[in-house]
């Protein structure tokens, strides 16, 4: 019984460790940080605000506004006043949806995706640089098992 109440609180110790490593990767002023890194020098338009709006777009594919919310983590105007400027930078095009045409899609232009292609090289040149101490084979098991977790743990 004893070995079983060990292996519980070790567990559970583990669960801590990553959720408060999660914690720190999740909060609004890290990932800010991170998104104004990335976007230094990119030009008009693409900063840390409107950087995860062209990244959610890039993912998902043409949304409105408030399909698009939930995914960014602000609101259906908060989403909007982005997308303005992304349009503005060339970046974003509205166009009518298909399906409802009262209602617009964000869409991402040429330009767009070629600029989300440079903050996707850049963040994996970032992630690659703060790798580059640790022991060989400890990054690329560190991916296997960060995939996993993401598949199969409790965001999945």
Same mark, same amino acid.
């Given at each position: 019984?004893? &070995?079983?109440?060990? =292996? *519980?609180?070790?567990?559970?110790?583990?669960? !801590?460790?990553?959720?408060?490593?999660?914690? +720190?990767?999740?909060?609004?002023?890290?990932?800010? @940080?991170? &998104?104004?890194?990335?976007?230094?020098?990119?030009?008009?338009?693409?900063?840390?605000?409107?950087?995860? +709006?062209? =990244?959610?777009?890039?993912?998902?594919?043409?949304?409105?506004?408030?399909?698009?919310?939930?995914?960014?983590?602000?609101?259906? =105007?908060?989403?909007?006043?982005?997308? =303005?400027?992304?349009? /503005?930078?060339?970046?974003?095009?509205?166009?009518?949806?298909?399906?409802?045409?009262?209602? @617009?899609?964000?869409?991402? %232009?040429?330009?767009?995706? &070629?600029?989300? /292609?440079?903050?996707?090289?850049?963040?994996?040149? !970032?992630?690659?640089?703060?790798?580059?101490? *640790?022991?060989?084979?400890?990054?690329?098991? #560190?991916?296997?098992?960060?995939?996993? #977790? %993401? /598949?199969?743990?409790? #965001?999945?």
């Amino acid at each position: 019984m004893r &070995h079983a109440r060990y =292996s *519980w609180c070790v567990d559970n110790e583990v669960g !801590h460790e990553i959720a408060e490593a999660l914690g +720190v990767l999740l909060r609004r002023t890290t990932r800010a @940080q991170l &998104h104004r890194q990335l976007t230094e020098g990119m030009g008009e338009g693409v900063d840390e605000v409107t950087y995860p +709006v062209l =990244s959610a777009l890039a993912r998902t594919g043409p949304r409105s506004a408030a399909e698009l919310a939930p995914d960014v983590g602000i609101d259906r =105007s908060g989403v909007t006043r982005r997308a =303005s400027r992304l349009e /503005a930078a060339g970046l974003v095009r509205r166009e009518a949806d298909p399906e409802d045409r009262r209602a @617009q899609l964000l869409v991402l %232009t040429e330009q767009g995706r &070629h600029t989300v /292609a440079e903050l996707r090289g850049r963040l994996a040149a !970032h992630i690659t640089a703060s790798l580059a101490d *640790w022991p060989p084979g400890e990054a690329e098991a #560190f991916a296997r098992r960060l995939r996993r #977790f %993401t /598949a199969e743990g409790p #965001f999945a």
